[in-house]
């Protein structure tokens, strides 16, 4: 079967299981209402970013901000150090954070078909959370980059993690359910070493331990913010050429495999830019959970399964999420910023009841 008649067979089935048997004028109005939406949650986050710019200990005013944003030859001295030092580089790690970790969550719920799939649930971030926690332990740091040693070793062991649920994956097939299983597994051992890691250290390293497991955005730069966005970019387009064929596994595997899609194939290669987001995403900003849960959910219950919607609108709800959680750990302590990741399952869980207990939509 060409891949001209499996994109026709898949936008077929899509259409009539979405929308029924109306005519093609009233698919392509769902499909400008979608886009719409996605335009609001984009201008929300815009919002949302000058507020988390806006707060903090110093007062600063929207024009101030702005001024200082687009014309900072003509901006206080001051201001300067405080917006493009400290609060703008803060501001662009929450978007970049939330949006790899909206957009891998997608990801692993449509290649796993489970909703409770998430790179916290299967155990990515609980490696990073070791990883971390390890080397702050052993007091260990790169000769050329010491400032880097934390990240690294979270990133590497959320890799190390991913090579163990697919090294484990691919001796059964790469079947969803395997792959779900040996996720929790993992998650439980890596979840275990960081107790014992925890358990070892002194009252002096365990605090700074479980600081970096508690998330927090206070050390972002932008040294920190190019090497997560090019992470993340990468991760956001490296699978759009796939769209239609997640699209289609949302379908099932056997109707997906009808129309042409190798789903094995498919999770392997989705599962390894999944992997790499997450660990870029928590690399720099400890353990965040929740928002690769939930924001797939809610963008799902706004446009659809279509992933060409579905995945921008999952992106943009993970940072409307990590920033509206930057804002509330700002003043729910004057003085101190509340450690994100705290705040980030204290507003998820809530809401993923919410998600549970409403009948008025499918939840998956």
């Not at 109306?22 to 979608?34: E, F, Q």
């Not at 605090?207 to 997560?228: D, E, M, P, R, Y």
């Not at 219950?301 to 999420?321: C, K, N, S």
């Not at 959680?325 to 003085?335: C, D, N, R, T």
């Amino acid at each position: 079967m060409s891949t001209a008649t499996e994109r026709g067979a898949l936008d077929r089935a899509s259409h009539s299981s979405t929308v029924g048997p109306s005519p093609s004028g009233s698919y392509g109005r769902l499909i400008a209402r979608r886009m719409g939406i996605l335009a609001v949650a984009l201008g929300a986050l815009a919002v949302l970013s000058l507020a988390d710019i806006l707060i903090g200990p110093a007062f600063l005013g929207v024009g101030e901000v702005l001024n200082t944003i687009f014309a900072p030859q003509t901006a206080d001295k001051t201001t300067q150090a405080i917006v493009y030092a400290i609060r703008l580089p803060m501001t662009c790690m929450a978007i970049l954070v939330g949006a790899g970790l909206g957009i891998a969550g997608t990801h692993m719920q449509t290649i796993l078909g489970n909703p409770l799939a998430s790179p916290f649930t299967l155990g990515f971030s609980a490696a990073a959370g070791f990883g971390a926690a390890a080397v702050i332990l052993l007091g260990v740091s790169l000769p050329m980059l010491p400032h880097l040693t934390i990240p690294v070793a979270a990133f590497v062991m959320a890799a190390l993690a991913a090579v163990t649920v697919f090294g484990f994956s691919r001796i059964r097939g790469m079947s969803a359910e395997v792959m779900v299983l040996a996720g929790i597994a993992t998650m439980f051992l890596f979840q275990s070493l960081q107790s014992m890691v925890q358990y070892l250290a002194s009252p002096e390293v365990l605090q700074q331990i479980v600081f970096w497991l508690f998330g927090s955005l206070l050390k972002a730069n932008w040294s920190n913010v190019g090497i997560t966005a090019v992470i993340v970019l990468f991760g956001a387009v490296a699978l759009v050429p796939d769209f239609w064929r997640l699209t289609a596994l949302r379908l099932g595997d056997d109707r997906a495999s009808a129309i042409g899609v190798d789903v094995r194939h498919l999770r392997m290669r989705v599962f390894a830019v999944v992997a790499l987001l997450t660990a870029g995403a928590v690399s720099f900003v400890g353990t965040i959970g929740f928002v690769g849960l939930v924001a797939p959910h809610i963008a799902r219950m706004l446009v659809g399964e279509d992933q060409r919607i579905l995945v921008p609108m999952a992106a943009a709800m993970g940072a409307i999420i990590m920033v509206g959680s930057s804002i509330v750990s700002k003043i729910l302590s004057p003085g101190t910023v509340v450690p994100i990741g705290i705040v980030t399952a204290v507003i998820g869980v809530p809401f993923l009841y919410f998600l549970i207990l409403d009948r008025r939509r499918r939840l998956w």
